[in-house]
């Protein structure tokens, strides 16, 4: 079979991740911690083979994930991990409705990620109007 039939495999378990839904490339990318350029060129795992995240996921529709060593949620500060918990499973929820959305990609992420994107692409592109009137000044 050649790669491109093959599917986006995981690269924790070599299994294919047959859904966006369960999808932890594109769970990050809701977020914001995966920017639309570099989606394509990310590696794809599973959410449940990145137990460091899928941890904060707290749904009766998600098995509870236990994370072991530095990053498990019990060794950390009580009120990161209560943030971490609503962002996360908020961003779950919206990965598991995205196939009924009829959106496109660039709608995925979370409003406020869209709304920091947006503004930094603001704050990156000139004021060409500035640029007009100082020229004629």
Not at 34 to 49: F, K, N, Q, Y
């Amino acid at each position: 079979m050649a790669r491109c039939d093959e599917g986006y495999l995981c690269d924790v378990c070599g299994q294919e991740v047959e859904d966006i839904v369960d999808s932890d490339l594109y769970l990050r990318y809701i977020l914001g911690e995966v920017s639309p350029l570099a989606l394509p060129t990310m590696r794809e795992r599973h959410i449940l083979c990145n137990p460091a995240t899928a941890q904060y996921i707290v749904d009766d529709a998600f098995p509870p994930v236990e994370c072991a060593g530095a990053f498990c949620k019990d060794g950390l500060d009580p009120d990161h991990v209560a943030e971490q918990q609503a962002k996360v499973t908020r961003a779950w929820r919206r990965l598991q409705a995205i196939p009924t959305l009829g959106i496109a990609i660039t709608e995925y992420p979370l409003p406020e990620v869209r709304a920091a994107w947006d503004g930094a692409a603001a704050r990156r592109e000139p004021d060409v109007q500035d640029d007009c009137a100082q020229e004629k000044a």
